[in-house]
């Protein structure tokens, strides 16, 4: 690849914003996640922001087909994927359709203009050629014949010739986008031709035409006069340490196998695929060399029951699903928390109601999560707050699981899911100690003499034994029954209902004392307002709260891990302050236990739109709270 670079205009910048959107068919997410690589490699701090569409297969060159990535990256650090793009890749009608209401007035809009066909227009919902009509008059628009040029450079390319059709070779034009784009914003390219012909090892004639692709759209950037400007964004100054680029699924999954080394257990996936938590099942599936065992369940309910079995039998119990699979998994999910046994439950939450949103984020399970299930039966509630950090919240769910013997929900969302951000890699030591010790002794003195007692509890966080099946004078009965408090033996007392009942309560209330309390972050300690957030509204809120204090206003950030119990000091920091504003990806769930629980006036911000807050929106609600 010609390495020359021709006599025009470079500008630093300290970030930028770059989508990609086309046809469900066109690899946009290839390309997105292909042009993050280079860019994390590059060294800059970045945030992701994949859109797939819900349908299966909507009808090819149609809005609703179509597949979008967006990048933010910079020289300092971000907390978002960035509220709009500074430069749109539009591969056909459709995609232009779709997010050109995003695009801000002078931002850079390169075109496919082989797509803009009578037909694709039609299918778009055009009834005029916008390329032509003055619709694009407020944008610098770059029109690229991607599809052409791609066609004859994989036909041309040396060692390809006619070992690929024009079809094939049709499908590399978005190899060309990524090629200009690397040309346009001084991305590396070594890691992108590497990474080609490592995917199409088994053909190496389609590697060798998406690397010519590649080439081309880079050499056009060189040659064209279409850009007069190229932007160069430096590495940002982050700890040092080793990185890689991860996604909130993969990092869960890490910490899953995490969590079964660091407590000295198998780890066991009871599961059913279900949008878009179902990279964790594949991504565990990989990992049988640490003693995971996964298994793909004939539906919601028998995943759950898989876990909850491999639990009994002293296994770590994990079940992954979303908000319509949780709701088939609650009957199970009462029975752990009867029969006081670790498990996890990790949602990926996504719009609902009923299948709702698929491919979409929300926030929306959280009362749910708190009181889905029949009777009294409280499950304490953790929650990461973006991509990197679901590593250790699945450590964190797993020390509470396993330590106080009870299930634990998990409520990551399919915005922290798919999207993406560097990760510092943690060492060893820096990882909890979870060693788990099970019963096998027995623990009370019957009439007839030693004796195993399965719910005489723990005098400080009144987790019952974990006795193995089939340890020898071990043997107990558990069941969805209630249990006579110690022996464990079925009681239908109503003075012994009412005490099991407290002490399950107890027991996760408990669980606040020994948690991290809640951080404030008030720099000038002089705010009045405070914003409460838990899971993935972290990003964008602390980015709102940048640009407020940027402008002279004063105003306080705290955020949430632990939803149930809530930290210890949640009320002192609560009522600290004049206002607390909640923003949400629901109708106000977590204001809704804000008020119940510490009859604290809080203020709602909500949206459900299958979309994270963008900074800028938050930063104007903000102002508007702090100015009232």
Known sequence: ?????????????????????????????????????????????????????????????????????????????????????????????????????????????????????GGNLKKAGYAADPLTDGTLDNYTVHRVPLTSMTINAVHAAEGVGGAVNKKEAERAKNMFALGLMSWLYHRPTGGTEGFLKKKFAKR??????????????????????????????????????????????????????AAGELTKLPLFLGTYPITPATDI?????????????????????????????????????????????????????????????????????????????????????????????????????????????????????????TKYRTPVFLLSDGYLANGSEPWLLPTSEELPDLTVTFTTE???????????????????????????????????????????????NISYDPANHDRMVRLRQAKVDGIARDIAPLEVDDPSGMADVLVLGWGSTFGPIAAGCRRVRAKGLHVAQAHLRHLNPFPANTAEVLRSYDKVLIPEMNLGQLRTLIRSQFLVDAIGYNQVRGLPFKAAELAGVLEDVINQ
């Open 204 to 257: 190496p004639e389609i590697a060798a035409a998406n690397i010519a692709a590649f080439r081309a759209g880079f050499n056009y950037g060189e040659t064209t006069e279409s850009f007069s400007v190229t932007y160069e964004v430096a590495p940002a100054r982050m700890r040092s340490g080793t990185y890689r680029r991860i996604t909130g699924n993969i990092a869960l999954s890490y910490g899953l196998i």
């Open 281 to 401: 099942l594949h991504e565990l599936s990989k990992h049988k060399q640490f003693g995971i065992r996964t298994f793909q369940a004939e539906d919601e309910i028998a995943g759950v029951g898989a876990a909850l079995g491999a639990s009994f039998g002293g296994s770590l119990g994990v079940t992954t699903t979303s908000g319509p699979g949780v709701a088939l998994k609650s009957e199970t999910i009462g029975l752990a928390v009867s029969l006081e046994l670790p498990l996890l439950i990790v949602d990926i939450q996504r719009g609902g109601p009923s299948t709702g949103l698929p491919t979409k984020t929300e926030q929306a399970d959280l009362l749910q999560a708190m009181f889905g299930r029949n009777g009294e039966a409280p499950v304490p509630i953790v929650a990461p707050q973006s991509p990197a950090d679901c590593f250790h919240a699945a450590i964190e769910a797993a020390r509470i699981a």
């Open 442 to 488: 027995p623990n009370h003195t019957g009439p007839k003499g030693p004796e195993f007692w399965p719910y005489q509890r723990d005098p400080e966080t009144l987790a019952r034994p974990w006795a193995v099946p089939g340890t020898p004078g071990l043997e107990h009965r558990i069941g969805g029954l209630e249990k006579a408090d110690g022996s464990g």
């Open 1 to 117: 690849m010609s390495e020359q670079v021709r006599e025009r205009e470079t500008r630093r910048l300290d970030r930028v914003v770059v989508r990609f959107a086309g046809d469900s068919g066109d690899g946009m997410q290839l390309t997105g996640e292909q042009f993050t690589s280079e860019t994390a490699a590059f060294g800059n701090d970045l945030s992701t922001l994949p859109d797939f569409p819900a349908e299966i297969r909507a009808p090819a060159g149609t809005p609703a087909g179509v597949s979008g990535f967006q990048l933010h990256f910079s020289d300092h650090d971000i907390l978002t994927p960035g509220d709009a793009p500074d430069v749109l890749v539009a591969m056909n009608p459709a995609a232009l359709k779709a997010n050109l209401k995003d695009l801000p007035p002078g931002a850079d809009l390169i075109v496919n203009t082989d797509a803009f066909t």
